[in-house]
């Protein structure tokens, strides 16, 4: 008898052309959101690779000046030289820059952190349009880095992408909608209710079944188009192979799953009020309006008020009178005057200037330490109220899942950047004792230069996600439960 | 008879439970919007206000230095916001609100707010004009959706034919009927924008009057567009269900689908380039000169100085740099800082154009969703738009360039090579006047707009030429 219905539903559903006008409509979305998506992480690899090259064009510069150098001094047997910090090009015969680590690593050479994209990028672009992937690392103080500003006109930013994400939070609904407000009320309304209640089935099991057929013809839909996206979006992006990847995507499918099965359950729900068609899609409508757009404005506005983000407007103004200080303390002006073009400088005082320089940039980290702490604890505790608030809306939870899957989150991005700062502080271990014992930089030390490399921890990954996905679940099994236990007192007959 | 059916309908709406909830929520989402926004303005107005103060102070009382060093120090510029901002914030959240204007190197506006706001903004503000923009058709949708098709499924639609209503008046009335049930939502808007703007705000804006007038009647001329609509498309569906769902599917396809895909559409016609791109390709000119310029543009840098270096030499009369009575080191600087200068306008003005032209494909989308019109002049009006983040972005260039001939002028006029110490204070470092951005007129507002105005209308003249036919052509059953 289910078989029956199933089979049944199915083959009515097909024959619908408004049905099928929405599932093509479906996959030419997903279509449309894998290319953009794919565009985007392109994009930001592409940002990155010019970046790369030209770091690694500056630092071959200075090293062939080194390796001419080297040359010069072995083929007329004279001991190497220390260079002073100096901007104007070397003569011949002298030492260059590349000798000295403090220029070395203080402003010629610098090392591209790069935050890779994950397989399933393209599923989610998130908040990595707003930020670039990479940071240039050098000695400087490390707020200067911590910016990443990429361009993207703000109308667009705004807007933001038509990825599948998108697709899966906010139009994905609007067709379980169109696919269940009118299961029952429809069936009702011609008349067919009551006659298929003749047979020997019950009313749950009847509705069970015209469920599934939905859920699998959705599904079917989002399987094959999920897959394609991510045949495409792999193979344009090389991340096939990746078996981390195609877990990732198996993750994917389940939350998308979840997430369908929240509105399916809704859908049955409203349907066991016993109202019209029109009033289901009213109410559908409006349930839909109040998940994806009111409750996340809504959960963003409590956020933000209750731990506004410390303007950065501040965190420059605090950032200038850390520098006016630390200038202060060095005393001498005629010598501050010198730490930004050294090339002025008479010649003995070099290295000092660049040392004071230096230590400037220690001071300035120090004073800006505590007011960048605490704008990460606003931000942190800012997540910590979505945390809880985002149960109300499931569009929430899913945001974050996705762009937790995708690895565009604002938890991987902060890791990343910690990273960074680690990495930062390695790199001034470099080159700082080397430049403060004068040591003559060697060109073969120049490929054993600090390298950044991002490391994934998997478990958390899931651990960012663990709280949602638990939530979710919940949710759809609570919702699904108390829609199909209200079907028990489904009146059949008109009128009732 | 036209009063008569209005009546009838308003009453029938307000009557309605489902719309005494809608409106009521409606109307506690405006409020807290208001309130909000209002908030947020003020926040931002006064930390802006007091962040650009506070930089004045730092720069005039920055330690007695070398002026060029004062340059490198620079100053930041701070995205102020008109008043209307609270009703609509337009792309603040995510357009650049600080620049540092330093020596040597051209910044971009940095610091998108929406960076330290979490995801879940991504989802939108809630701001008076998003609710306006957004809730407002659904809520006119539910509103005026069975006008017709309900009436013809219940019956009475053929009672009132039959009284010999015209329907003319039949269109007129209902539509009467449901602004005025409307207008309980938009009156109470206008009126509390009115008092905010007219007594709450720290306002220093021009043209407020005007601004808020034009808004209104913007918003206006839209609800009116999808009111007809509706009616029209109640009145040609069969049922009223078939009405819902048309309208439903237009209203998603208008204020969620369509202004997404436009903006992707944009990025792909006209794509951005990547900050990398941008500097890669701003760093090669400055280098290599900038190919088509006219006279020592289109050179390398290093001829470039070099013959400034001999005409320099020449006017003097000296052989060489030492011999100069001005400070040759910074004359060179400044050399090319005026050169980079030049560069960096022709690439961040390609840059705007881009932006532009994104923009103006994206408002092309209006003629298949009101709403992006809407909210394109809605951001213009507001002050939040495009052409206000641009006019920051080079107003602060122009200072920055001023700036920097200003210190650099005391070096090079006050020094030399043989005695290159020159130290300033207090009294060299206030040639630099604070920065001040001036609003754009709102004729200089409203100059990229005219496309959607007219789609605008057009949405509202085509509706109503729409619901006529629609209701002229009304069958009973």
């Known amino acids: 008898m289910l078989n029956t219905i199933f089979s049944h539903e199915i083959r009515q559903l097909l024959k619908s052309p408004a049905t099928l006008f929405m599932l093509c409509l479906l996959a030419v979305a997903m279509i449309f959101g894998i290319y953009n998506g794919t565009r985007a992480v392109e994009r930001q690899s592409e940002s990155a690779r010019v970046a790369i090259a030209d770091e690694a064009a500056?630092?071959?510069?200075?090293?062939?000046?080194?390796?001419?150098?080297?040359?010069?001094?072995?083929?007329?047997?004279?001991?190497?030289?220390?260079?002073?910090?100096?901007?104007?090009?070397?003569?011949?015969?002298?030492?260059?820059?590349?000798?000295?680590?403090?220029?070395?690593?203080?402003?010629?050479?610098?090392?591209?952190?790069?935050?890779?994209?994950?397989?399933?990028?393209?599923?989610?672009?998130?908040?990595?349009?707003?930020?670039?992937?990479?940071?240039?690392?050098?000695?400087?103080?490390?707020?200067?880095?911590?910016?990443?500003?990429?361009?993207?006109?703000?109308?667009?930013?705004?807007?933001?992408?038509?990825?599948?994400?998108?697709?899966?939070?906010?139009?994905?609904?609007?067709?379980?909608?169109?696919?269940?407000?009118?299961?029952?009320?429809?069936?009702?309304?011609?008349?067919?209710?009551?006659?298929?209640?003749?047979?020997?089935?019950?009313?749950?099991?009847?509705?069970?079944?015209?469920?599934?057929?939905?859920?699998?013809?959705?599904?079917?839909?989002?399987?094959?188009?999920?897959?394609?996206?991510?045949?495409?979006?792999g193979s344009v992006l090389g991340v096939l192979s990746d078996p981390g990847a195609w877990s990732r995507f198996a993750l994917f499918l389940f939350v998308t799953f979840l997430y369908a099965m929240f509105w399916f359950g809704l859908g049955v729900l409203v349907s066991s009020l016993n109202r019209s068609s029109e009033t289901n899609v009213t109410i559908l409508a409006g349930i839909w309006l109040l998940m994806v757009v009111v409750m996340p404005a809504l959960v963003s506005l409590a956020a933000t008020t209750l731990y506004p983000a410390p303007s950065r407007m501040e965190l420059k103004v605090a950032m200038r009178d850390a520098s006016i200080a630390a200038e202060k303390q060095e005393g001498d002006t005629t010598k501050a005057y010198y730490t930004d073009h050294v090339e002025m400088a008479p010649d003995k005082e070099n290295e000092t200037y660049l040392t004071v320089f230096l230590a400037r940039q220690d001071a300035l980290e120090k004073a800006i330490q505590p007011v960048f702490d605490r704008f990460r604890r606003q931000q942190e505790r800012q997540e910590g109220v979505v945390g809880w608030f985002q149960f109300l809306s499931p569009a929430i939870v899913m945001q974050n899942m996705l762009n937790e899957i995708s690895g565009n989150s604002t938890d991987r991005y902060n890791a990343y950047m910690d990273g960074v700062f680690a990495f930062h502080k390695i790199w001034k271990e470099f080159f700082t004792p080397r430049y403060l014992k004068k040591e003559v930089m060697d060109s073969s030390l120049y490929d054993h230069f600090p390298k950044f490399h991002y490391s994934e921890t998997h478990y958390l990954v899931i651990g960012r996600m663990i709280a949602s996905f638990i939530g979710l679940v919940i949710i759809v099994i609570a919702i699904n439960i108390f829609a199909f236990s209200r079907l028990r007192r489904f009146g059949v007959r008109e009128g009732s | 008879m036209i009063m008569e059916i209005a009546r009838k309908e308003f009453v029938c709406l307000i009557r309605d439970g489902r719309f005494k909830w809608a409106i009521g929520i409606m109307f506690l989402l405006l409020v807290t919007s208001f309130v909000t926004g209002y908030q947020r303005y003020e926040s931002l107005h006064s930390i802006r206000e007091a962040s650009q103060q506070k930089n004045s102070e730092q720069w005039l009382n920055q330690d007695r230095k070398n002026p060029h060093t004062a340059a490198h120090f620079g100053n930041y510029a701070y995205k102020p916001q008109g008043p209307l901002a609270f009703f609509d914030n337009g792309i603040t959240n995510y357009a650049g609100s600080v620049i540092w204007l330093e020596a040597h190197k051209t910044n971009f506006a940095q610091n998108r707010p929406a960076q330290d706001n979490g995801a879940v903004s991504r989802f939108g503000d809630l701001t008076p004009a998003m609710i306006l923009q957004i809730l407002l058709p659904l809520l006119i949708i539910l509103m005026g959706f069975s006008a017709f098709a309900g009436e013809r499924e219940s019956g009475t639609l053929r009672q009132v034919m039959s009284l010999g209503v015209s329907s003319r008046a039949l269109l007129l009335g209902k539509l009467l009927g449901t602004s005025a049930a409307i207008a309980l939502i938009i009156v109470p808007v206008v009126a509390i924008t009115t008092l905010v703007l007219g007594f709450g705000l720290p306002a220093d804006s021009s043209h407020l009057g005007e601004r808020g007038l034009l808004l209104l009647g913007f918003y206006l001329i839209y609800t009116l567009a999808f009111l007809l609509l509706t009616l029209g498309v109640s009145a040609i569906s069969r049922t009223s269900k078939g009405a819902l769902i048309t309208l439903i599917s237009f209203w998603a396809m208008a204020t969620f689908i369509l202004p997404k895909a436009a903006a992707d559409i944009s990025k792909m016609v006209v794509p951005t380039p990547t900050y990398s791109e941008f500097y890669h390709l701003a760093r090669q000119t400055s280098l290599k000169g900038l190919e088509g310029a006219k006279g020592l543009l289109a050179l390398p840098q290093g001829r470039h100085i070099e013959i400034e270096r001999r005409n320099l030499l020449k006017k003097y009369n000296v052989k060489s740099v030492q011999d100069l009575p001005i400070y040759w080191v910074a004359y060179s600087m400044q050399i090319m800082e005026e050169r980079d200068y030049s560069i960096y306008q022709k690439f961040l003005g390609d840059l705007r154009r881009i932006f532009f032209r994104q923009e103006a494909m994206q408002d092309r989308f209006g003629l298949v969703s009101p709403m992006i019109s809407l909210r394109s002049l809605s951001m213009a009006v507001a002050g939040t738009g495009l052409v206000d983040q641009e006019r920051f972005n080079q107003t602060a260039q122009d200072f920055r360039i001023g700036m920097i001939r200003a210190m650099n002028g005391e070096l090079i006029e006050n020094t030399t090579m043989k005695d290159p110490l020159y130290i300033g204070g207090k009294e060299v470092f206030s040639k630099v006047k604070p920065y001040q951005y001036s609003e754009p007129t709102l004729s200089e507002s409203l100059e990229g707009q005219r496309m959607n105005i007219a789609i605008l209308l057009a949405w509202a003249i085509v509706s109503a030429v729409f619901a006529f036919v629609a209701v002229n052509r009304l069958r009973v059953q």
């Open chain 1, 58 to 233: 500056a630092k071959q510069r200075v090293l062939d000046q080194l390796v001419a150098y080297e040359k010069f001094t072995a083929s007329r047997g004279i001991p190497r030289q220390f260079a002073p910090v100096n901007h104007a090009p070397p003569r011949p015969g002298e030492p260059p820059q590349g000798t000295n680590a403090g220029a070395v690593g203080g402003e010629l050479v610098r090392e591209v952190a790069v935050l890779p994209p994950t397989g399933l990028s393209a599923f989610a672009v998130g908040q990595m349009d707003l930020q670039r992937n990479y940071t240039l690392v050098d000695m400087k103080n490390k707020f200067n880095m911590s910016d990443n500003f990429e361009i993207e006109n703000p109308l667009s930013l705004m807007v933001g992408t038509f990825d599948i994400s998108f697709v899966v939070i906010f139009l994905l609904p609007i067709f379980i909608i169109a696919l269940t407000y009118d299961m029952l009320s429809g069936e009702k309304e011609s008349g067919t209710l009551a006659l298929a209640m003749t047979q020997p089935i019950s009313l749950r099991s009847f509705m069970g079944a015209k469920l599934l057929s939905r859920i699998a013809l959705l599904m079917l839909v989002i399987v094959v188009m999920g897959l394609s996206a991510m045949l495409f979006s």
